[in-house]
């Protein structure tokens, strides 16, 4: 019979806390760039065994591990990220990183030590699961192509009915969460622009071809992208984020690189927004009789949340967290590798609020200063695990 309270995965995920908190800190204290996460996958799968479990590695720094019987109902995966980035700590934290340079500055090692708390609450379980729950502990999720591609080659979604994950999210304050049908998070790509032009005297611009102005040009007019190409009811970013260019003040730049990203919500803005570019640059550049190469990659694409599965998601968010504390919308900018998965499954994407000023974690993800709210790991868990339920409940045939 399917329940509709939530199951007691609150108070056991609470009594964790000490647990999550110990995982979480050694995570963050020996954080892994993307592709090279291989202790951090050897110390979840330790305390995975130490679980009973039997964790395997499907790549020398990722970790999978399966809990209960798919001979007992539908398979529904849980997926934690566990890489960290290139950025020097500036916490002050007493289990701040002790790598120079690299940084769990995005909150993955919370949700790896959530996905660990859930492992510990199905180990418990593993004789009476309806189904089989697959845990997915993926690397590489700042870097598109990323962890998740790789997994999903690997054959982590074979027999998969719904996928279900988490992000803690500074944005919104402790105790509250979005869980946002349809759209959830934007697609995102990267552009390098090259102008080709000649340089020369700087006091005979009529002899040159100025790289620098035109790239100038350039920025200024791919901002007409969005405001004046783009349906205003359509959410688009053109951002440029670097501009290198010249090399004395008078003399004539012969060439000018630009870089930068285009996020949207929707595939078909996505290709707009992409022909604009093109054109814009490429006729801007002719117009001055420069040449403009243009080198655009494809990231991640847009995290399209089932509504069906957002619903079950935000309704046990809600009993955790209380009516009014759950939003469903608006959708973020970011993007999340996650996407990839929900390209095959249906699943949802829940942002779980982080932000408390007594626990100095209001700063952006990706700051020096970045941190999580620990007390906010048990509620994490047990929203997760009783998803997980659910989950095998509506898809049971
Ligand atoms: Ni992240």
Aim: hydrophobic share 45%; with cysteine.
């Amino acid at each position: 019979m399917p329940q509709t309270v939530p199951r007691p995965w609150l108070d056991p995920a609470r009594a964790l806390a000490p647990s999550l908190v110990r995982w979480r800190r050694h995570i963050h204290q020996h954080p892994e760039l993307s592709f090279h996460e291989v202790e951090t996958a050897q110390y979840i799968a330790n305390e995975l065994r130490l679980m009973g479990l039997e964790p395997q590695h499907i790549l020398p720094n990722a970790v999978i591990a399966e809990v209960g019987d798919a001979g007992r109902g539908p398979t529904i995966a849980l997926r934690a990220d566990i890489d960290a980035l290139p950025i020097s700590e500036e916490t002050g934290l007493p289990f701040a990183s002790l790598t120079p340079g690299v940084m769990h500055a995005c909150g993955h090692d919370g949700h790896t030590a959530i996905l660990l708390g859930v492992a510990r609450l199905l180990a418990d379980q593993r004789e009476n699961i309806p189904g089989r729950i697959r845990l997915l502990f993926q690397p590489a999720e700042e870097i598109p192509p990323g962890g998740a591609e790789q997994l999903i080659a690997a054959g982590v979604l074979n027999g998969v009915s719904a996928i279900a994950g988490l992000h803690l999210w500074s944005p919104l304050p402790s105790g509250t969460a979005a869980a946002i049908p349809g759209p959830a998070m934007a697609a995102s790509d990267r552009f390098t622009i090259t102008i080709q032009g000649r340089g020369g005297h700087g006091a005979m611009p009529h002899r040159c071809i100025d790289a620098l102005e035109t790239a100038s040009r350039i920025v200024v007019a791919l901002q007409s992208i969005v405001s004046r190409s783009v349906d205003p009811l359509d959410a688009a970013v053109v951002t440029v984020g670097r501009f290198s260019s010249g090399t004395a003040f008078n003399v004539i730049a012969g060439e000018a690189v630009l870089e930068g990203t285009v996020r949207t919500l929707r595939e078909e803005v996505r290709t707009l927004v992409r022909e604009r570019l093109h054109t814009v640059v490429e006729h801007t550049a002719a117009s001055a009789s420069a040449r403009a190469d243009i080198e655009y990659i494809e990231g991640d694409p847009a995290v399209q949340n089932d509504p069906g599965v957002t619903a079950i998601v935000a309704d046990i968010a809600e009993e955790h967290l209380g009516g009014g504390a759950i939003r469903s919308g608006p959708p973020e900018m970011a993007a999340e590798d996650f996407a990839c998965y929900l390209q095959h499954v249906p699943g949802s994407f829940l942002l779980l609020g982080t932000a408390n000023e007594h626990r100095h974690s209001t700063f952006p993800h990706h700051h020096p200063q970045f941190t999580i709210d620990e007390d906010v790991m048990p509620v994490g868990v047990s929203i997760l695990t009783e998803t997980a339920y659910r989950l095998l409940e509506r898809f049971a045939s």
